[in-house]
């Protein structure tokens, strides 16, 4: 880890301070939002378009670096954040919002390829595994200090939107001006959904259902602690704990599904998060509960998306693994869009209860899905199965396809020891 750290610390640095920017942003329109007297479907909206963004970005980003190269792509895309975050509360107004949020989207989709794209490039081989691991923490790090600076600032006035643009203009110092040299882009063509669903239908149905509840489990947050009635203080604790959660589950539940059958530990993650969710609409109201409830439904939520791409794995030939990445990301952004919509409406139905519904419908769809697709093909011999490499639901092919690699590196050590 020291070498990892000496080798790629000021791209840390800079994905650390573009994470407190982006993790500030996203909780703090959610909590402006109802201030300003949005209603919850109006929130929804606005929020879904970064997601729609997102996808946009991670399909043109790639074209985007061939053409121009990384720098110019990262400098043009990091400046429009920036003066995209200063906008929102010039014009409080939902729909110049969610085209903000489009934007916001768009352009930290471009700016985390490009910044992925140098970080793999900064190690060896024998160090990716480790590294992958270094950006997963930074980047679950900075969405928790943003929600601590947060709890510190008013979200009424501009201060706490000025903080995550300055954040975000800094983040291009220690990237840009690092000596690691500029690396040549290259990305495996993709694998057709057709062929992805035929190797795994649970991993693609599986990365849908996810996407959603990522998505409306993080985009919609605030909102339903403004409808609790929680404070400041309380809606960025929960949000931060939804990620600690994600933090402290990812390496036992690992640990778990390299060694039983992954689509058990699927069912049982999944059946998990849906009764910790059921926890959370019984008790809605309830600050203490809403955390219990948010950490073990966080705790499942980000694992399950490594668990459904190494399950995936076992079902393809060491030389496809990387060109599924694309694929999985498409579906799982694909159903991250839908997440706020459908979650916004039903807390507009139902009140601060519809967070968790949503939720719970979409965890047990997983876990029964599993549970059905256990009926359906026999489980692969534990020693031939892929290895969990842990990666966050907001990673790009970039980083999904470096994972992808680390479990080829990983499943060919593993049949090297087990030959000899």
Known sequence: MRYVLANTSPLLLGI????IGNGLQGT????????????????????????????GGSQAAPLLIRRVGHVRVFAALASFISAALILFPVVTNPWVWTALRVGLGFCFSGVYVTAESWLNNSTTNEMRGKVLSAYM?????????????????????????????????????????????????????????????????????????MGG??????AMAAVYGGQAAFSLSQISMFVAVIYLGALVFQLPIGWLSDHSDRRRVIFAAAGVGALACALGAMFAGSYMLALVAGFVAGGMSSPLYSLLIAHTNDYLAPEDMAASSGGLIFINGVGAVGGPLIAGWLMSVTGPRGYWL?????????????????????????EDSASYVPVMPSTTPVAAEVAQEVAIERAEEGAGASAS
């Open 213 to 218: 509840v990522f998505a409306s489990q993080m």
């Open 16 to 19: 650390l301070l573009l994470m």
């Open 358 to 382: 949503f939720q719970i419908v979409l965890m047990a769809g997983v876990a029964f899905y599993a549970l059905w697709r256990m009926s359906r093909r026999p489980a692969i011999a534990v």
């Open 28 to 55: 703090l329109l959610g909590v402006r939002g109802v201030a300003e007297g949005f209603s919850t479907l109006e929130i929804s909206i606005v929020m879904s378009g970064y997601f729609a963004g997102f996808l």
């Open 137 to 209: 923490l930074v980047q679950t790090l900075g969405i928790i200090l943003a929600q601590w600076i947060l709890s510190q600032g008013d979200p009424s006035g501009f201060v706490l939107f000025i903080i995550p643009s300055v954040l975000v203009s800094i983040s291009f110092a220690p990237i840009l001006l690092s000596v690691t040299p500029t690396p040549a882009f290259e990305t495996t063509k993709p694998m057709t959904l057709r062929q992805l669903f035929k190797a795994s239908p649970l991993g693609c149905v599986g990365m849908f259902l």
